[in-house]
């Protein structure tokens, strides 16, 4: 993670990005480091927030493509959990997205998301909200706002 820090604010970016995708990755430690290396703590959180972000909507467009073996392999998403999010996704909508910020599940939610058709702008919306009252809860929890 030492790498993705040196690159700054496109390695916060990038491990964001990656973080939201099936690639096991944390992208709070890279955040952290940005911070506590001087980097402004708002800076981070939105660059964090937009990587996420489009790490999510990456995951939503591959569910909207509805290819089951392009899901199972590319985002390590199974059949059997994403028919355990249909009750979820018909209960909560296209505002379930919020959540896709969670360990997980986040991914399965993103997928199942673009899988059921949910529309683009009202999951892209919530999920931009939740990806950034992530960071924000981050920040302050972890006291890195300046």
């Not at 800076?43 to 964090?48: E, S, Y």
Request: net charge positive; with cysteine; charged share 15%.
């Amino acid at each position: 993670m030492g790498g993705l820090a040196e690159l700054g604010l496109f390695g916060l970016f990038l491990a964001s990005f990656l973080a939201a995708t099936v690639v096991p990755f944390s992208s709070e430690v890279v955040f952290s480091a940005m911070v506590y290396s001087g980097l402004d703590a708002w800076t981070c959180v939105f660059v964090a927030t937009l990587g996420n972000w489009l790490g999510g909507m990456t995951c939503y467009l591959l569910g909207r493509l509805g290819k089951m073996e392009w899901i199972e392999k590319y985002a390590g998403v199974k059949k059997e959990k994403l028919d355990k999010f249909a009750a979820k996704s018909q209960k909560y909508g296209d505002w379930l997205p919020f959540f896709s910020f969670l360990p997980g599940i986040g991914d399965v939610i993103a997928v199942a998301s673009g899988f059921f058709r949910g529309r683009w702008w009202i999951v892209a919306i919530s999920m931009l909200l939740g990806k950034f009252v992530r960071y924000v809860i981050w920040m302050y929890f972890n006291g890195l706002f300046m």
